[in-house]
């Protein structure tokens, strides 16, 4: 199901209920299943990637958002997520055709506290005394409907559809959407796919104050 941990000494402490690396989970009869975790303290891990499959339907994701942006932020914070995902797959069940179906949504939040750290043209503090907070949502839905002829697969419809927003708040303010979609009819003899996105505000492209020397 997971791990929770509890540590304390002289320089660190913090609390994890699951964390991104390892959540907790639960599976239900193969059908659904649901991931969360909760992290506390003076060390958490940085944001998870979305899920592959919402990865897949966007190809060039941008992954940045997922990244410790600065090493020497020192780490500490607060975060939490919960994913879920339910299928379906007829398998051969449905005999000569088969069906296959996937919906799954999640959200990540992150307040870490970044000391010092400062944007690249902008004096001052990064969010509010060097509390900044990240986070992002998606959706996602894939399926697929096909015949098996001679133990080999051919899709009649395909189709993927997926939606993320991330951001990054407060001072400054930035998030994107992105909206990705993709079909295939006939197997590919029709197919298609788009890809929209909007951005309002200005990402913070962090540095931080002393750490020159050691980049």
Known sequence: VGEAVIHVDRNDWYTYIGRPS?????NIAGIATANTYF?????IENLPLPPKEVREIFGDIDLRLMRDDIAAAGGGGF??????KIGFDSEDKLKPFYIAMMVGAG?????????????????????????????QAYVFLKGKVG??????????????????LQAKLPNPTWMKGQVAGNYKVMGGLVKGKFHLSFTIGDECEMINQGSEIDN
Not at 108 to 135: E, H, N, P
Not at 151 to 164: E, P, Q, T, W
């Open 39 to 43: 992290m506390l303290g003076t060390q």
């Open 147 to 164: 015949i098996r002829v001679k133990k080999r697969n051919f899709d009649i419809v395909s189709l993927g559809l997926a939606a993320l």
């Open 79 to 84: 975060a939490a997520g919960l994913h879920f």
């Open 22 to 26: 390892q959540m907790f989970g639960l």
């Open 107 to 135: 959200t990540d939040f992150m307040l870490r506290d970044y000391g010092d750290a400062q944007c690249v043209g902008r004096s001052g503090k990064i969010g509010i005394d060097g509390w900044y907070a990240s986070g």
